[in-house]
T-cell receptor, first 110, second 113 residues
Framework: GENVEQHPSTLSVQEGDSAVIKCTYSDSASNYFPWYKQELGKGPQLIIDIRSNVGEKKDQRIAVTLNKTAKHFSLHITETQPEDSAVYFC?????????FGKGTRLHILP | DAGVIQSPRHEVTEMGQEVTLRCKPISGHNSLFWYRQTMMRGLELLIYFNNNVPIDDSGMPEDRFSAKMPNASFSTLKIQPSEPRDSAVYFCACRLAGDDEQFFGPGTRLTVL
């Protein structure tokens, strides 16, 4: 089955700087890679996703890149703001189910 | 729509007791997922249903865990008997047919003493 590894587990960046979170997956059949954001006391919420036929996708300050050959994908957040502080999860899978990485706790420093 | 509703939000019980967690998905969403979140293991998929039918329960840790979906608007996750290592936050999520996004509930924080 699919196995998703995520790094780093904790990340601190200065407000206004960029943050990058990286993930790798094991199953070459996986074709769907979402990113979820979890705020304290809440359930995860989808922020961006990418399918395997696309190499990059951008939505305002958030972008995701995918390298199918190397089986890795990354989340990029530019011009970070205090409200970006949260736990971010990558995931990989198909149309039925997705497997989550263990999460990255992002701290935005004032 | 109120989103995914889970109850109770917090549950404290003693080892050996039966625990039942409840979920009401968003109306019309035909896929339902149960996840468990812990610091050590992250967010684990336990089981998911399509159109009320269990499709994959390979993530259910032991026979002590069982899940049902008697109709499109209600699902339960039962642990019997509960053990301290079952302490975690349990999330229910749902998805609309043909869509990718899963919508998560607020979770149930379970503490087994």
């Amino acid at each position: 089955g699919e196995n998703v590894e995520q790094h780093p587990s904790t990340l601190s960046v200065q407000e206004g700087d960029s943050a990058v979170i990286k993930c790798t997956y094991s199953d070459s059949a996986s074709n769907y890679f979402p990113w979820y954001k979890q705020e304290l006391g809440k359930g995860p919420q989808l922020i961006i996703d990418i399918r395997s036929n696309v190499g990059e996708k951008k939505d305002q300050r958030i972008a995701v890149t995918l390298n199918k050959t190397a089986k890795h994908f990354s989340l990029h957040i530019t011009e970070t703001q205090p409200e970006d502080s949260a736990v971010y999860f990558c995931a990989g899978g198909d149309d039925d189910k997705i497997i989550f990485g263990k999460g990255t706790r992002l701290h935005i420093l004032p | 729509d109120a989103g995914v509703i889970q109850s109770p939000r917090h549950e404290v019980t003693e080892m050996g007791q039966e625990v039942t967690l409840r979920c009401k998905p968003i109306s019309g969403h035909n896929s339902l997922f149960w996840y468990r979140q812990t610091m050590m293991r992250g967010l684990e998929l336990l089981i998911y249903f399509n159109n009320n039918v269990p499709i994959d329960d390979s993530g259910m840790p032991e026979d002590r865990f069982s899940a049902k979906m008697p109709n499109a608007s209600f699902s339960t996750l039962k642990i019997q008997p509960s053990e301290p290592r079952d302490s975690a936050v349990y999330f229910c999520a749902c998805r609309l047919a043909g869509d990718d996004e899963q919508f998560f509930g607020p979770g149930t924080r379970l503490t087994v003493l």
